[in-house]
């Protein structure tokens, strides 16, 4: 990085802190669908907002995106409410631990052990614990991905699908070396930075486009949605090529002409994330062409993740 983009990049940092701050608070104290819950994890305590269902139904566990800075358990509640009706599954949206203050490891940790708590108490929740999988979009997907692939390295892969929404899995390639799209700009150097400090980005655990064969075997069922217009589309179009070739079943598309995050916005946003929203997404909720591709993308996941039927 020259001395000119470094300059840009510890500017963006400073700018972006008060950005944070209006949506932490927001995240608080908007009014959601869901029911807000405190899960205790060894040592820490982290919000959860549930959506349940009728029945003893299978759980999906969600992570928002917002480049491990920004974004919230309670942010885009009609997304995962629509999750939770369309595809008759409980959702557990999970605020794990974020940027500035946490590394990619507390966040890691947070994806994993939020996982064993809610298996081990699944009575508690109402939902089949033989039945969990893991969503989220962005850096949600990444924390969903990295939750399976430590999971798999430790012997307890408990996982039915991973269901990824344009994930953004590469933390070591420039930025600027992603080529076009929705998301590019000197804001992924922050992301970058805040998320991996000065550790290897290429640690699978990090970046798991970066994982061997070896260590991607035995990954639950793949479901990925990638966005057209989108700087991250590439590396998770090589993710879903290493699961494959590591005898994963993957299932991918790519929404056409869609902008990065066009899934969260697609079934609706609160009045508090209108201003969080770029300006290419508003403009394809305003014609409705980003409603009609979250409806598919949620075919798409029906069609192909593994959802037992036997409580509906």
Same mark, same amino acid.
């Given at each position: /990085?020259?001395?000119?983009?470094?300059?840009?990049?510890?500017?963006?940092?400073? &700018?972006?802190?008060?950005?944070?701050?209006?949506?932490?608070? +927001?995240?608080?104290?908007? =009014?959601?669908?869901?029911?807000?819950?405190?899960?205790?994890?060894?040592?820490?305590?982290?919000?959860? !907002?549930?959506?349940? !269902?009728?029945?003893?139904?299978?759980?999906?566990? *969600?992570?928002?995106?917002?480049?491990?800075?920004? *974004?919230?358990?309670?942010?885009?509640?009609?997304?995962?409410?629509?999750?939770?009706?369309?595809?008759?599954?409980?959702?557990?949206? #999970?605020?794990?631990?974020?940027?500035?203050?946490?590394?990619?490891?507390?966040?890691?940790?947070?994806?994993?052990?939020? +996982?064993?708590?809610?298996? &081990?108490?699944? @009575?508690?929740? $109402?939902? @089949?614990?033989?039945? #969990?999988?893991?969503?989220?979009?962005?850096? *949600?997907?990444?924390?969903? %991905?990295?939750?399976?692939?430590?999971?798999?390295?430790?012997?307890? /892969?408990?996982?039915?699908?991973?269901?990824?929404?344009?994930?953004?899995?590469?933390?070591?390639?420039?930025?600027?070396?992603?080529?076009?799209?929705?998301? &590019?700009?000197?804001?992924?150097?922050?992301?970058?930075?805040?998320?991996?400090?000065?550790?290897?980005? %290429?640690?699978?655990? #990090?970046?798991?486009?970066?994982?061997?064969?070896?260590?991607?075997?035995?990954?639950?069922? %793949?479901?990925?949605?990638?966005?057209?217009?989108?700087?991250?589309?590439? =590396?998770?179009?090589?993710?879903?090529?290493?699961?494959?070739?590591?005898?994963?079943?993957?299932?991918?598309?790519?929404?056409?002409?869609?902008?990065?995050?066009?899934?969260?916005?697609?079934? $609706?946003?609160?009045? =508090?994330?209108?201003?969080?929203?770029?300006?290419?997404?508003?403009?394809?909720?305003?014609?409705? %062409? #980003?409603?009609?591709?979250?409806?598919?993308?949620?075919?798409?996941?029906?069609?192909?993740?593994?959802?037992?039927?036997?409580?509906?």
């Amino acid at each position: /990085m020259d001395a000119k983009m470094r300059e840009i990049v510890d500017n963006i940092k400073q &700018e972006l802190m008060g950005e944070v701050e209006k949506m932490e608070e +927001a995240n608080r104290v908007m =009014e959601i669908d869901g029911t807000r819950y405190k899960l205790p994890l060894n040592g820490r305590t982290l919000d959860m !907002v549930y959506y349940p !269902v009728e029945g003893k139904a299978p759980l999906f566990i *969600g992570f928002y995106g917002g480049g491990f800075l920004f *974004g919230g358990c309670a942010m885009n509640d009609y997304m995962w409410k629509a999750i939770s009706e369309k595809l008759h599954v409980n959702v557990a949206s #999970i605020g794990y631990r974020k940027s500035p203050h946490y590394m990619w490891r507390d966040v890691v940790a947070d994806g994993y052990d939020s +996982a064993v708590y809610l298996k &081990e108490h699944a @009575d508690d929740y $109402g939902f @089949d614990p033989e039945q #969990i999988s893991l969503i989220g979009g962005s850096a *949600g997907a990444s924390l969903a %991905t990295r939750t399976a692939l430590y999971a798999n390295m430790q012997g307890n /892969m408990f996982f039915k699908n991973q269901l990824l929404m344009y994930p953004f899995v590469d933390c070591a390639t420039d930025p600027l070396a992603k080529g076009k799209g929705s998301l &590019e700009g000197p804001i992924m150097y922050v992301f970058n930075e805040f998320h991996c400090g000065d550790d290897d980005p %290429t640690q699978p655990l #990090i970046s798991p486009v970066y994982a061997s064969v070896d260590e991607l075997k035995g990954m639950p069922n %793949t479901v990925i949605v990638l966005a057209d217009n989108d700087n991250l589309k590439a =590396e998770g179009q090589k993710y879903g090529e290493l699961l494959a070739a590591a005898d994963v079943p993957v299932h991918m598309t790519c929404m056409e002409g869609m902008p990065h995050g066009f899934f969260e916005s697609g079934f $609706g946003v609160r009045g =508090e994330e209108l201003e969080f929203l770029g300006e290419d997404v508003l403009r394809g909720m305003e014609d409705g %062409t #980003i409603p009609a591709k979250a409806e598919e993308s949620i075919e798409f996941i029906r069609k192909y993740a593994v959802i037992s039927r036997d409580c509906e």
